[in-house]
Each structure stands twice: as structure tokens, then as C-alpha cells.
């Protein structure tokens, strides 16, 4: 049984890379509005605040297998309208949550035999959309820091990242809340349909197990054919 910590597992795309690995993994989940109303025997729920100038991970055991980083949020407004303090409110969370999760975790995942780290980005970062300029900003700097760390932690900590395009979240609920929203963002895709919390969260296991220990440095969309198919 391996151990893994996964920061924000309350709901949406977290909460169900937590509910899978649970069922074979020990995972040591974080939430920091929502806890989980469910949390099985191999799953435990800790609050966490990412922002904090030090955040508390004393809950962690040695040895860490794993970590996802799941926080993020979806600001859609013209460029114009964004104020500074916008974007270091959100950089805070996406970026520099990231980063002093991974500094402070690098010593446990450096005593597992195989550790992985998943991040996210969105398709919005490689494929231009109007009013995403905070989203793509920060995002890019996940995808630019996946490929640094993939680099500078081989081989023994292999990094990527998964950039899907809208699902059915309730990070997302705003974007999908009538009948005509959901058709008008599923057939944006070339698949035709929206993805789902699954979709993303097959793709994080497949990059924290063993199958995977040939892929670093990577990122992969999970996005419905959106970012390669016109």
C-alpha cells in the first residue's frame, strides 16, 4: 500500500483521484473550505491553507508515493477589467501553493522508490480564448515549472501535468449551468461532449503508477481533442 497526498480532495477532479487511489493506497487528502462528507479507511482529510507563508503538512508520514496538486480557480473576464491585485490573489493559490507544497514535500517523496507529482494547467495555455488571460498566465507558469522540476529532479521524482479543457465540476458549474451552456461547450470539442471528473482523474492515476515511469517533463491534454483536432 502506497501513500499519497493529493491537495484538494473535497470534490470535483481531486475528489475522485482520492476516491480511486483509496481503494488500493493510503491518501492523505487536504481540503480547505469543503471537507468530504465521505472519507473511507485509507483516506484521511486535513485542512490546509496553501496561501500560508507555511503551510502544515506534519500530517504526512515519512515516505510519500505521490502528490496532486489540484487548487485552482476559473476567473473568465476582459483583460481591461483585471486589477494586480487579481492576479497575485490568484498566483497565489495556482502557482506559489504549488511551489511551497512541492519544497516542502520533496524530502518525503525523495524516500519512495518511484514518486510522481501531477499538477494541472488547462488547454486554454497553448489554444488563445477571450477573457482567459489570468487562467492561461498562471497556468503556463505550472506548465513552464512541470518541465524545470521534470529536469532538475531526474530521475529519481518524475513530474507532468494534465491540461484538460472544461468538465463537468463544480469549479466549472458557472460555465455548465443550463441546458444551452453544456451544448454550446460540448460542441466546441471535436468529441463532441464534456468531459467528467473521471476523464482527468484515469489520467492522473496513469501518471503516478508504475505504468507511467517512462513519461516525465510531459503535459497532457485531457481535453476532448480540443487542443490538436479543428
Not at 165 to 170: K, L, R, V
Request: glycine share 8%; charged share 20%; aromatic share 6%.
Amino acid at each position: 500500500m502506497k501513500n499519497y497526498l493529493v491537495v484538494g480532495h473535497s470534490s470535483g477532479i481531486g475528489g475522485k483521484i482520492a476516491e480511486r487511489l483509496s481503494r488500493e493506497h493510503r491518501v492523505f487528502g487536504t481540503h480547505f473550505q469543503h471537507e468530504p462528507q465521505y472519507i473511507a479507511d485509507t483516506r484521511s482529510s486535513h485542512f490546509l491553507d496553501v496561501r500560508a507563508e507555511n503551510p502544515d503538512f506534519s500530517f504526512l508520514p515519512e515516505s510519500i508515493d505521490g502528490l496532486v496538486y489540484c487548487p485552482g480557480s476559473i476567473q473568465l473576464k476582459p483583460f481591461s477589467r483585471m486589477k494586480a491585485e487579481d492576479f497575485l490573489e490568484d498566483y497565489q493559490l495556482q502557482v506559489l501553493g504549488a511551489v511551497k507544497t512541492i519544497q516542502q514535500c520533496l524530502p518525503k517523496l525523495k524516500n519512495s522508490e518511484n514518486p510522481s507529482i501531477v499538477l494541472f494547467s488547462t488547454v486554454a495555455v497553448g489554444t488563445g480564448f477571450n477573457f482567459h488571460s489570468m487562467v492561461s498566465a498562471h497556468k503556463g507558469a505550472i506548465e513552464g515549472l512541470t518541465r524545470a522540476l521534470a529536469a532538475e529532479l531526474a530521475p529519481k521524482i518524475r513530474v507532468n501535468c494534465i491540461a484538460p479543457s472544461i468538465t463537468d465540476t463544480p469549479l466549472a458549474a458557472h460555465l455548465l449551468n443550463t441546458p444551452e451552456k453544456r451544448e454550446a461547450n460540448a460542441q466546441r470539442h471535436p468529441l463532441k461532449k464534456i468531459g467528467t471528473a473521471e476523464d482527468v482523474a484515469n489520467a492522473a492515476i496513469f501518471l503516478l503508477g508504475i505504468e507511467s515511469s517512462w513519461i516525465t517533463g510531459q503535459v497532457l491534454g485531457v481535453d476532448g481533442g480540443m487542443s490538436t483536432i479543428k
